[in-house]
């Protein structure tokens, strides 16, 4: 009688699980099919590689070259920067605070509340910040603001995957004389390695692809970033831009704008299983 229950909850859940898989793929699918049937025939090499001219958003010759390059340097710049910072962060508290349990804990949930913020207050917060600093909208001020955006993502992204890494590891290491520091890069990173690189591109597609962090701090210009200085387009304004257009044709490029956009995070995402394949049985040599 146990077994039957036992399958029958098996056989429910399994059921569940098929229901709501197939559920969430065809919404994107949906999705998907929705941005390319409306954006393909508006997306061209013209587009790609031009900037905005005179009357774009109302029908005019011009192209995204410059949300396209906006976006790359912002969000790149941002990943990395939040990297260089939430790296060290998650090694300190899986090496350095390994003890210090409840102490961890409580730095974890609070980052999972940071990472629920929603992006919209980072941008009033990052305004507020520029108003009180002087500071005009910017490619450093949406660097700045999409760093703090992503940094609980990177650093929580980037803890998960330490802590798979066997705690042996860190005996072994001591026993051989090396130090914390030494432990957590030589050790830690290069066994988490593939994780690191994950997190990185998680948070990259992250960054690409929100407005509301960027809407009151980067600004929009149509011309090519040539300093930090200076405001910059992004993909997602740009398409926020044309779908605010009354002419037909500007709103189909912003569905074509928007493929451009979902191809940059999908090349990110298989980029990083790539190299989660690639580096998933690396080896340790101390």
Same mark, same amino acid.
């Given at each position: 009688?146990?077994?039957?229950?036992?399958?029958?909850?098996?056989?429910?859940? %399994?059921? !569940?699980?098929?229901?709501?898989?197939?559920?969430? !793929?065809?919404?994107? @699918?949906?999705?998907?099919?929705?941005?390319?049937?409306?954006?393909?025939?508006?997306?061209?090499?013209?587009?790609?590689?031009?900037?905005?001219? #005179?009357?774009?958003?109302?029908?005019?010759?011009?192209?995204?070259?410059?949300?396209?390059?906006?976006?790359?340097?912002?969000?790149?710049?941002?990943? !990395?920067?939040?990297?260089?910072?939430?790296?060290?962060?998650?090694?300190?508290?899986?090496?350095?605070?390994?003890?210090?349990?409840?102490?961890?804990?409580?730095? %974890?949930?609070?980052? *999972?509340?940071?990472?629920? +913020?929603?992006?919209?207050?980072?941008?009033?917060?990052?305004?507020?910040? =520029?108003?009180?600093?002087? /500071?005009?909208?910017?490619?450093?001020?949406? +660097?700045?603001?999409?760093?703090?955006?992503?940094?609980?993502?990177?650093? %929580?992204?980037? *803890?998960?995957?330490?802590?798979?890494?066997?705690? #042996?590891? =860190?005996?072994?290491?001591?026993?051989?004389? $090396?130090?914390?520091?030494?432990?957590?890069?030589?050790?830690?990173?290069?066994?988490?390695?593939?994780?690191?690189?994950?997190?990185?591109?998680?948070?990259?597609?992250?960054?690409?692809?929100?407005?509301?962090?960027?809407?009151?701090?980067?600004?929009?210009?149509?011309?090519?970033?040539?300093?930090?200085?200076?405001? &910059? @387009?992004?993909?997602?304004?740009? /398409?926020?831009?044309?779908? $605010?257009?009354?002419?037909?044709? &500007?709103? #189909? %490029?912003?569905?074509?704008?928007? =493929?451009?956009?979902?191809?940059? /995070?999908?090349?990110?995402?298989?980029?990083?299983?790539? +190299?989660?394949?690639?580096?998933?049985?690396?080896?340790?040599?101390?």
């Amino acid at each position: 009688m146990s077994r039957i229950l036992k399958n029958t909850e098996e056989n429910i859940f %399994r059921v !569940l699980m098929f229901i709501s898989t197939t559920f969430i !793929l065809t919404i994107l @699918a949906i999705i998907i099919y929705s941005i390319f049937e409306k954006g393909i025939e508006f997306i061209s090499w013209d587009m790609l590689t031009q900037t905005p001219k #005179g009357g774009y958003y109302y029908g005019k010759e011009g192209g995204i070259l410059n949300a396209i390059t906006g976006s790359l340097l912002l969000a790149g710049s941002a990943t !990395l920067l939040a990297l260089v910072i939430g790296l060290p962060f998650a090694l300190f508290l899986n090496v350095f605070l390994i003890r210090r349990k409840k102490l961890v804990a409580f730095i %974890r949930f609070l980052l *999972d509340m940071i990472w629920g +913020i929603p992006s919209i207050v980072y941008g009033a917060f990052g305004f507020t910040l =520029m108003i009180f600093l002087g /500071i005009k909208t910017s490619l450093l001020a949406g +660097i700045i603001v999409v760093t703090l955006f992503i940094l609980p993502i990177m650093i %929580r992204s980037i *803890d998960e995957i330490l802590r798979t890494v066997p705690i #042996g590891l =860190m005996e072994a290491s001591y026993s051989l004389g $090396s130090n914390r520091s030494e432990t957590a890069f030589r050790v830690f990173v290069r066994q988490a390695f593939s994780g690191v690189i994950t997190a990185f591109l998680l948070s990259f597609g992250r960054a690409i692809g929100d407005a509301a962090s960027v809407l009151f701090t980067a600004g929009y210009t149509d011309n090519l970033p040539s300093s930090l200085t200076e405001p &910059v @387009a992004t993909l997602p304004l740009s /398409i926020f831009f044309q779908l $605010s257009s009354p002419v037909p044709e &500007v709103q #189909g %490029r912003a569905y074509a704008s928007a =493929m451009v956009l979902t191809f940059i /995070i999908l090349l990110a995402s298989l980029f990083s299983r790539g +190299i989660g394949k690639r580096y998933h049985k690396t080896k340790i040599n101390f």
